[in-house]
Each structure stands twice: as C-alpha cells, then as structure tokens.
C-alpha cells in the first residue's frame, strides 16, 4: 500500500534507534510484588522505634503509626473495604489523616483523596461519581460534607482500639488500585485518574533513587493530599526510614511555621513554584542541607536562581497525574538559559511525536507520549476519554500503552527534555491544573451568558484567570452574581479573577475565537463599589497593603479583595505584611479572617472589636512552630548528606 508522505519517518535508522531505544533504557529493578503499604510494613519492621511522622506536637513511631493504621483497617474490612473499593478520604491535615491513608490501603481498599475547602456541589459530584462506598473524615470537617449515602467514619472518634494492632491481609495484588484522583475535566466535570499500586512501587523506588532519601532525612510535607504530589511527601519518607513531618495547612498558619520549619529542620522538601515564591515571601531562607523538590509547572531559570542559593541541590520534577506523580526529574546547576525538564524515570519510555504519531528529529517541537510502569490504568467511568488519551504503544510490546501528556517538547542533543508549553486549553494557575473549558461550560450555563471564553494571563508578574462573556439578548451579567455561581461548584483557585462583558468575541480569519485577540482586563479597580477614601489609620494601612499586594493604585474601603483579583497566595501575602505593619497595635489577624472580611471596611471593624483581644492565633501557631523546630534539633544531625547525583 502506499504511503502518505506525513506517515513517511522523518529520521534515519540510526536516529530512531537512538530515540525510541537507547534514550529509554530506563529499566530498574524494584519490588514487583509489593503494594504500596507493603513498603511501610517492612520499614515497620526494620526500625519499628524510629520516630516516623509528626504533627504539631504529636509524634508516632514506625510502629505505633501501623498499629493505629492496622486498627482502622480491620475495622474496614468489617464495613466491607477490600481489593478496588474506593474509600473516601476528607480530613483536615494531621497524624489522623496519614493513619487513614494507610489503613485504606492495608484494607486493600483505594483511596479517594478530598479537600474540606472545596464547594459542597463539587465533593457530591466526586463521591458519587468515584462510587465511594465509605468515607472517612473528622468531627470538625463533617459539616462541610455533603449528604453521604455509604458508611462514614470519624478518624478523630472513631479509632476502633478494640481491633487487632496486626497487619491485615486483604489479598490486594499490585495490579489493583491505590488510589484515584480527580483532576479538572475539559466537559464540565472532573475526572477521577486511576492509579495502582504497582505504578506507585515503581515511583517511589525511583525516587528513593533520585533525588534520593536516606534514613536520617527529614521531609517537611506542606501539600493537600488532593495533589497527586503529596504521595511522595507522606510515602516516601515512610518507606525508607525517614521522617515526615506535616505542616499545617498554608491557609491556616498563613505560610509562616511552615517557612520556620523548612528553614531550620527539613533536608527534602517539594512544592510548586508557586508554593515556593509564596515561601520566599513569608521569610523561608532554606538550609545548607535542604534538599529542594520543585515541580508542577515550568520552573523559571529565575525562580531556580533564588532556590539554588536557599539549599543544597534542586531538583526540577515533570510529570502528569496520569503517569503517577512525576514522570521526569533533573538536578538543576546554577547557570543561565531554560531548566530542562531532564528525562524519563525509572522503568518509563518517553517518545516525543508529531500528529501522525511519528517520532520528531532532537530539536523539533511534537507532543510527549509516555509509556511504562508509571501509566494509569485510565479515567474512572470514562471509556472513551481513556481510549481518546491512553493510546496503543506503536513500538513497545503488544498490549502497552502510551498516555498522550498534551505537552509540547523537545530533545536537547544531550537527551535532556526541553518543555515548551500545552497544546491545548489546560493551564496550571499557582500550581493548580485546570481545564479552562470547564470553567467555560459552567459559565455558559448561566442564564445572563451566551458565550463564554476563559483564558489565564500573566498579569502584575502573576497568572490569573479572565472570563469573557457575551451576555443572553437583553441580559446584564452581574459579576458579583457569576462569581458566587461558579463557587458553587467550583474550587476557590477556579474561579476567574476578572470579568470581562464584550459585545462579541474577538474571531480568527477561520471563525475559531482569537484567543490573542481577547483585551486586557482593567488593571485600574473595577468601579463596582463607589470609591470610598480610607477614614482612619487602620484602613489606611490595610489599604495600602491592598494596593501594594494588588498592584493598584487605590483601593476604597468597600471594594472586595476577591473581585479586585485577588487570591488564596495573595492572602497569605497580605497576612504577612499586615502581621508586621500590625504588630506595634497589638492587634492580631489570622488568614482565615482575610478570606472571612473581604473588604477593608468589614477587616477594620473586625479588628475595632478585637482590639486587646490578646489571644492571638498566631502566636499559638508561631509557638507550635518553635516547639517543633526545637525537638527536631535535639534529634541527631544529619552529617554528611550521601550524594547521589553529582
Ligand atoms: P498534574 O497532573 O497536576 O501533575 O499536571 C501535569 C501537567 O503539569 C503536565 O502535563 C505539565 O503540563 C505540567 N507540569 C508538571 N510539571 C512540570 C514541570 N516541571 N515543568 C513544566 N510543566 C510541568
């Protein structure tokens, strides 16, 4: 038969071997026959008395934390958990949440991972569309939950001390699932990613690898288990003799302890870049110890610079949720031009191809496809998204698979991977990955919307989501009114920072929305409140931190910190800063009034009645803080960090 010309390789025999071949020699012993918690359980074994995870002020051992874990466990199997049921998880971070972690997978179960901040809509949708038959969460978080037809458990009440402390046995095989995901979905609805245990074995005995971890390492956890990421914090540690140690949510402690604790105590730590600006900002100077996971998205030769100078080694962390966790690492030196994304982890294949699914020369852009041990088994109750995104290997063995990542790449001559950018419409805002046709598809179920186009522009040196929306015939969209609307449903990091209302959308010479097109929203503030001048020294203050965080040039005392473009890392920026300006009126603030008194008019109230209130949140945090930075010191030092890479 003949052949299309674009079917034609475009490389010599000599290339593709290179490509297809000699750059995916990535095999890599690891355990094959061992679940995800089997790891824990031998490391239980060899240094059950070894401290192996602490919280505020609440330490366990390897062996009191699988003893806990091994009660609850029993006590789901009781409740019928067992090999590829799925166990909801929604819990405020504590030692709590990390014993219901492994007890769901001792149990055999797969664990739904949920975050009490997201939207009631939201967390129905994932429960009922995961099937979860039991859910487990705490007193404090269970008002926030919606109606739940399964089986609850309270991990804060409910610790069945009458089970067996001993290891259960549930039969569960490393081809059953650990865990599954939800990750933004393109139609409207999230997605829930299905990963096995087997995929998690082969990451971590990467990982343990490079970058590396020894049993002397203390790894400062800081991210919500609802990302994918935070795998590596709590399992990693914990299946080599490590410590974890968890860090209250950044929301609540405004980011400070957690910048105290990296600073002083931890030798590994991961987060996006953006949890690491946010870090730097709150008074994070790391340590000559400090080993830096940073990944999520593209790091910035800037941003790598800074990191550089505030640790020992970094490392710049590639991959999708759909290939467990990360995909790619890469040491980062101190140097000039793009950080490289590096290349494949153990036991991975990456093939970089243009459309006709052909691989492209080194040096030309095409689409990262991976393969091997890494690849979810696909999309839960998605038959055609996962065919659509989880394709025949055309040059591994028959039945393997590659996931089309959506990324556009490219090979370096040295083999190293360059990333470029999305092919398509997902973005990552502050780290978090979001389809924008979601965000589209739920603003156009608006009565007011006709048509709707989200985009994510860099504006102020910080990415942020702008809606443009052509309303119905006769309608007024109410900002207001579409911004509580997709609250709803959606997760705070989800909904646009600007509205803007256009007569009509921008076209392309061949009818598609020019998204190039689209205008800047007004960076002046957006008169949706007559300006009202600050009237005393506290507004004053809280204003111009306003204007300073906003970027603005001013800020009345009835505009709403949110639809001023605001957000959650922002937030956290204005605590800081009003935490110091603050300090001489003994008055004191914690993050979550910031998101409670939205305008400065209602701040300022707030803080009228609070005035010599001296029970400061804060300080209780700040004071936790230091307790355990304290006892983390008394323990032995790490000597001499083994180096691994170089
Ligand atoms: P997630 O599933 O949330 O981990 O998001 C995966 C996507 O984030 C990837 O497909 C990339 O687009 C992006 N991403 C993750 N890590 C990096 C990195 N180190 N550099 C550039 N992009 C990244």
Redesign the pocket.
């Known amino acids: 038969p003949q052949q299309k010309v674009a079917e034609l390789p475009l490389l010599s025999e000599r290339e593709q071997h290179q490509l297809l071949r000699e750059w995916n020699r990535t095999q890599f012993e690891y355990p094959k026959q061992l679940c995800l918690h089997q790891l824990f359980e031998q490391q239980v074994e060899k240094t059950p008395d070894a401290v192996a995870a602490v919280f505020d002020s609440e330490e366990l051992t390897y062996s009191e934390l699988n003893a806990k874990a091994n009660q609850l466990a029993h006590h789901l199997v009781s409740l019928g958990v067992g090999p590829e049921v799925l166990v909801a998880i929604c819990a405020e971070r504590s030692t709590d949440m990390l014993v219901g972690l492994l007890a769901i997978l001792k149990a055999g179960g797969a664990y739904v991972p949920l975050d009490p901040i997201y939207p009631p809509e939201r967390l129905a949708y994932i429960l009922e569309d995961s099937c979860a038959r039991v859910l487990l969460t705490q007193q404090a978080v269970a008002d926030k939950l919606p109606d739940f037809k399964g089986r609850v458990v309270y991990l804060d009440s409910d610790l069945p001390v009458s089970q067996s402390s001993s290891n259960p046995n549930s039969n569960v095989c490393p081809e059953n699932l650990a865990y599954a995901i939800y990750?933004s979905g393109s139609t409207g609805r999230p997605k829930g990613?299905q990963i096995c245990h087997r995929a998690v074995v082969n990451f971590l005995s990467s990982m343990a690898d490079q970058p590396g971890i020894v049993p002397e390492d203390v790894l400062v956890a800081v991210t919500t288990i609802t990302?994918?990421?935070a795998a590596l914090e709590l399992f990693l540690p914990l299946s080599t003799g490590a410590r974890v140690v968890l860090t209250p949510d950044l929301m609540v402690d405004g980011g400070q302890s957690t910048a105290a604790l990296a600073t002083s105590s931890a030798t590994v730590m991961q987060g996006t870049p953006a949890t690491w600006r946010t870090l730097m900002q709150v008074g994070f100077v790391g340590n000559p110890q400090l080993k830096i996971l940073?990944?999520?998205?593209?790091?910035s030769r800037e941003l790598a610079t800074q990191l550089l100078e505030r640790a020992d080694t970094l490392w710049?962390?590639?991959?999708?949720?759909?290939t467990t966790?990360?995909s790619?690492v890469s040491q980062v030196q101190a140097g000039s031009g793009s950080v490289s994304?590096g290349q494949a982890i153990a036991n991975t294949e990456f093939y970089i191809l243009d459309t006709n699914n052909q691989p492209v020369p080194v040096g030309v852009a095409g689409e990262l496809h991976i393969g091997g041990d890494g690849l979810a088994r696909g999309y839960l109750n998605r038959p055609e998204l996962t065919a659509e995104k989880f394709i025949p290997d055309p040059f591994g063995e028959a039945g393997s698979r590659l996931y089309k990542?959506?990324?556009l790449v490219r090979y370096k001559t040295d083999g190293n991977i360059e990333?470029i950018g999305?092919i398509d419409y997902?973005v990552?805002v502050r780290?978090?990955?979001i389809e924008l046709p979601e965000i589209e598809a739920l603003l156009s179920q608006h009565a007011t919307v006709q048509q709707a186009v989200v985009i994510a522009k860099e504006i102020a040196g910080d990415k942020r989501l702008v809606a443009y929306l052509v309303p119905q015939a006769e309608a007024t969209p109410e900002i207001g009114e579409l911004r509580s609307f997709l609250k709803q449903q959606l997760p705070e990091y989800m909904v646009p920072s600007y509205f803007v209302v256009l007569e009509s959308l921008p076209l392309t010479p061949n009818g598609k929305v020019d998204r190039k097109a689209l205008p800047d929203p007004e960076h002046t503030r957006v008169e949706a409140e007559a300006y009202v001048a600050p009237r005393n020294e506290v507004e004053r203050i809280l204003s111009s931190v306003w204007q300073e965080v906003l970027n603005l040039e001013k800020v009345g005392v009835n505009d709403n910190f949110f639809e001023l473009g605001g957000h959650s890392l922002l937030v956290i920026q204005v605590h800081s800063k009003l935490n110091n300006k603050l300090l001489g009126i003994n008055r004191d603030i914690s993050v979550v009034d910031l998101f409670k008194y939205p305008t400065i008019s209602t701040l300022a109230q707030y803080f009228g009645q609070k005035q010599d209130v001296n029970a400061p949140t804060r300080q209780k945090i700040n004071d936790r803080a230091s307790k355990q930075i304290e006892a983390l010191k008394r323990q032995p030092l790490i000597k001499q960090r083994k180096k691994i890479n170089g």
């Open positions: 990750t990613v990302f994918d990421i940073c990944g999520g998205e593209a790091l710049n962390m590639y991959g999708p949720t759909e966790i990360w790619a994304i990542t959506g990324d990333y999305r997902q990552k780290g978090f990955r």
